[in-house]
């Protein structure tokens, strides 16, 4: 969906939605809010007059006032003035996008503005969100809300390069996340590790990055016998993606190019293997590569990034199913460091195949590492669904990203990493369990177990099965997968590169 800057005034916009900022309590209107109330000799104030709208974030009415070319107007409120930041203009600019494409409209124009002039920061944002909410998984549906025709951004100065650049950024970074979402909602079928790979070569063309994809006799040669034993079961073989991408500027300090890795669980459909879902816990088993297209979705943002270190992307990928060959409780594996595993449960999948990850990461010797997977129901019995669970023994790192996570609208909360959660994971048969004899902590045994082929580095996981699909719309957030993580990795690498 393109986003277009154009300077005008709200009111002299001719479209099928004119989508109006308008901020809490303030008793007085400014910005495009205030624009509208004169052009419209009242209209805004009459409303709010009402107590029936009040500006509250996110909150809308929908009206027809006199005095404006569009056909209609959506109030969007942007919560108290000292409130607003990009994120939350974000989400409205997402709210109104929606509505528009509800509405069945052909354009959206939206003014978003409180201030005289419209900044880079909210620009962009605006255009993300517009972008994020405009958001559906139509492939498969035939009665799908037709795609809005335009969206544009008004300003009421002049749509200056720096502003037309955020812009263009924004809903870059926005169509990003939405192939990230693409991805993540396809079902099992129509996108199995080979195609999941395939797409991620195309996106890595895309943006000058290069893909390596390593096939079963590759993996073979490597001793990447977890993701193997993962694919198995399927007729589907799996793969293994390597994506690097060159620093585009030069890294601050000389010498070494330093190197971030990033490593997405790539299970394109997890029925548990023969310890088998039960049916309810199956039936979105099609996400399980949310934590890849997370991956994937910072890769399709690159352009929008200018990164003076090297990043690579790991996504091991399988589809975990049954069939005479497939893992079996009690069989032993042996992962790419080395480390023998006894698979005592088959549904702890993706932490076999990040072991394996974690495993080639090494290789590169990485400043820092980070991993998403959704990978235990446990996180969400311990924290809901209001945010991801962290884990992380630097204190620092656990910062970095939370801040990150924070600014954007993707929630993280730390979550233990002791040594007592290993004690859980180690057997007698071999060096360690895929997974405790315990229910108990599961999302914490289950970090733990990553830890031990993470050792060395500078390392996070995140447990995103709490978050990574959405039940109802909200925001930016649209039903379904969400690719959870996409725009949390972009944030912190800006962040990382400013440093
Ligand atoms: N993919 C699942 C985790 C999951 C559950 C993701 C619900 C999204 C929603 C993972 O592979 C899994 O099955 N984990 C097990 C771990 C257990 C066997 C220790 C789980 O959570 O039950
Ligand atoms: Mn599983
Ligand atoms: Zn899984």
């Known amino acids: 969906m393109d986003v277009?800057?154009?300077?005008?005034?709200?009111?002299?916009?001719?479209?099928?939605?004119?989508?109006?900022?308008?901020?809490?309590?303030?008793?007085?209107?400014?910005?495009?809010?205030?624009?509208?109330?004169?052009?419209?000799?009242?209209?805004?104030?009459?409303?709010?007059?009402?107590?029936?709208?009040?500006?509250?974030?996110?909150?809308?009415?929908?009206?027809?006032?006199?005095?404006?070319?569009?056909?209609?107007?959506?109030?969007?409120?942007?919560?108290?003035?000292?409130?607003?930041?990009?994120?939350?203009?974000?989400?409205?600019?997402?709210?109104?996008?929606?509505?528009?494409?509800?509405?069945?409209?052909?354009?959206?124009?939206?003014?978003l503005h409180t201030g005289a002039t419209l900044d880079v920061a909210t620009a962009s944002a605006a255009a993300e969100g517009a972008v994020l909410g405009h958001y559906r998984h139509t492939a498969y549906k035939s009665d799908a809300k037709p795609p809005l025709d335009r969206i544009e951004l008004l300003s009421p100065g002049a749509a200056t390069p720096r502003l037309a650049t955020a812009v263009a950024s924004g809903e870059l970074r926005g169509e990003a996340t939405c192939l990230a979402r693409d991805l993540a909602n396809t079902p099992g079928q129509d996108l199995v590790p080979e195609q999941l790979a395939e797409r991620a070569v195309e996106i890595a063309r895309t943006v000058g990055a290069t893909a390596q994809v390593l096939d079963v006799p590759a993996m073979e040669?490597?001793?990447?016998?977890?993701?193997?034993?993962?694919?198995?079961?399927?007729?589907?073989?799996?793969?293994?993606?390597?994506?690097?991408?060159?620093?585009?500027?030069?890294?601050?300090?000389?010498?070494?190019?330093?190197?971030?890795?990033?490593?997405?669980?790539?299970?394109?459909?997890?029925?548990?293997?023969?310890?088998?879902?039960?049916?309810?816990?199956?039936?979105k088993m099609k996400y399980d590569m949310s934590g890849a297209a997370a991956v994937l979705g910072l890769f399709a943002s690159l352009p929008t990034l200018d990164l003076p270190f090297k990043l690579v992307g790991l996504i091991p990928s399988a589809e975990n199913m049954v069939n005479s060959r497939a893992l079996k409780p009690g069989d032993v594996v042996r992962a790419l460091d080395g480390t023998t595993i006894e698979v005592t449960n088959t549904d702890a999948e993706g932490r076999l195949l990040l072991a394996d990850a974690l495993g080639y990461a090494k290789r590169y010797k990485p400043d820092a590492v980070v991993n998403l997977a959704t990978l235990t129901g446990a996180i969400s019995v311990a924290l809901g669904r209001a945010c991801a669970g962290l884990f992380t023994r630097d204190d620092a790192f656990a910062a970095e990203l939370t801040q990150a996570g924070e600014s954007v609208g993707e929630r993280l909360w730390r979550?233990?990493?002791?040594?007592?959660?290993?004690?859980?994971?180690?057997?007698?048969?071999?060096?360690?369990?895929?997974?405790?004899?315990?229910?108990?902590?599961?999302?914490?045994?289950?970090?733990?177990f990553l830890e031990h082929f993470a050792k060395g580095m500078r390392w996070a996981h995140l447990d995103i099965a709490s978050t990574a699909w959405t039940y109802a719309d909200r925001g930016e957030y649209t039903r379904g997968a969400n690719a959870f993580g996409s725009r949390l990795l972009v944030k912190w690498l800006e962040g990382v590169a400013a440093r």
Not at 34 to 41: A, I
Not at 430 to 443: K, M, T, Y
Request: aromatic letters at 4%.
């Open 4 to 111: 277009f800057l154009r300077k005008s005034n709200p009111a002299a916009r001719a479209t099928g939605v004119l989508a109006v900022g308008v901020a809490e309590g303030s008793g007085k209107l400014s910005g495009a809010a205030q624009s509208l109330d004169r052009s419209t000799r009242g209209a805004v104030s009459a409303v709010l007059a009402t107590g029936d709208f009040k500006g509250k974030h996110l909150e809308t009415a929908l009206i027809y006032p006199e005095g404006v070319k569009a056909k209609r107007v959506l109030l969007v409120g942007l919560g108290p003035q000292k409130t607003i930041t990009p994120q939350r203009v974000l989400a409205v600019a997402a709210t109104a996008a929606r509505r528009a494409r509800e509405l069945g409209a052909e354009t959206l124009a939206m003014a």
């Open 221 to 283: 040669r490597l001793g990447m016998g977890c993701v193997l034993a993962v694919g198995r079961g399927s007729a589907h073989a799996p793969r293994f993606v390597v994506l690097e991408a060159a620093p585009t500027s030069k890294p601050r300090r000389g010498g070494r190019v330093p190197t971030v890795v990033v490593i997405g669980k790539g299970v394109t459909f997890d029925t548990g293997g023969y310890s088998l879902k039960p049916r309810e816990g199956m039936s």
């Open 415 to 448: 979550m233990p990493l002791w040594d007592d959660y290993l004690v859980e994971m180690k057997g007698d048969t071999a060096d360690l369990l895929n997974s405790s004899e315990r229910r108990e902590g599961a999302a914490c045994t289950a970090a733990a």
